[in-house]
């Protein structure tokens, strides 16, 4: 797949060595990696405005209302998009019988600019090799996002989309750990190396009960190095991600696995019960597939299947009652 970076200027809060506001603002520090459909999109957009005008100018895009505005959309405008977007989803999914992709109704009123940022937060903390997510396009902005944290951008950092995504991530965090404290209070067994310290992960959840609705509580729940717990349902584990030890090499400093580049045989994973079952499901699907394929193919996807059942095979031989683990 190709990559395509993009660059560009931000100028919030940013100020030279006096502290004084900088109004041509500054390139970012670390470009956005972004796939094909992105670049496509941005590539109308430069068509729409002028060269060197701003891709959303308000002077361009908002005929109706802005026009005597400077600068980019406003809020209101964006929300209203938003708004258009979700009917236009309704609509087409309407027309064309794709229920399954409809847009649900909201509880709590429209889908407006944050909440369609939360709702992208979600589906990168909780989906990351998901449709939504675009494994590769989300994977990498999170790489991004850690990397900008730790490289010291980040002291103001942890708002707007950083905050959410951490909060997203701390949330997703805390219901693999109840999920693996309920797991194992039903006999489920453990294996992996790092058992023991996921079982310990799992049990000082309650500590932090309230506290990962907040940026600032989400980003010291996940500063907690080996002890957050990320379910990897793709690779059939639950990573209790230590940076050091992490096969997927992580950036210094980063708070999360790159899931999406998860490596068989790392110290991070842990295997219960559930996941030694799902792998077999896997690899009899896998094996259903191939029957239905040109032989070199099929073989392919056997081998694949063999390597899932090694990997509940294994789990199977080596793992032990969570109070033994723990122990
Ligand atoms: S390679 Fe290791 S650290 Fe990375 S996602 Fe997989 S189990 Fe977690």
Known sequence: MPRHLIRAHHYKNVRDSDGHHISAGEERALPWVAITPVVNAIRVLERIVPKGELLFSSTHHDLVSQRKHHGALKRG?????????????????????LDAQMVPEYLH????????????????????????????????MRAALDARTSAGYGNRGRRGFHGELDVETALAAAQTAARLRDAAAAGEK?????????????????????????????AK???????????????????????????CDPDPGATAPNQFACLLGCGNAVRTDRHARAAREHADRLDAKAA??????????????????????????????AEEAIA
């Open 190 to 218: 453990i294996s992996g190396p790092a058992a023991r310290l996921a079982l310990i992960g799992a049990t000082s959840i309650p500590s932090f009960e309230g506290a990962l609705t907040t940026p600032r509580g989400a």
């Open 221 to 247: 729940f996940l500063a907690r190095d080996g002890l957050v717990l990320f379910d990897n349902p793709d690779f059939f584990l639950i990573c209790a991600f230590k940076r050091d030890t992490a096969l």
């Open 292 to 321: 239905l394929m040109p032989q070199p193919l099929g073989d392919r996807v056997r081998l694949t299947a063999d390597r899932f059942r090694d990997l509940a095979d294994a789990h199977d031989s080596a793992a032990q009652p």
């Open 77 to 97: 405008t964006l929300d209203r998009r938003v708004g258009n977007l979700v009917s236009w989803i309704k609509q087409e999914s309407t027309a064309q019988g």
């Open 109 to 140: 009123g429209n889908l407006g600019l944050s909440r369609l940022r939360r709702t992208l937060a979600w589906h990168v903390a909780r989906r990351p090799g998901g449709l939504v997510a675009l494994a590769i396009q989300y994977g990498h």
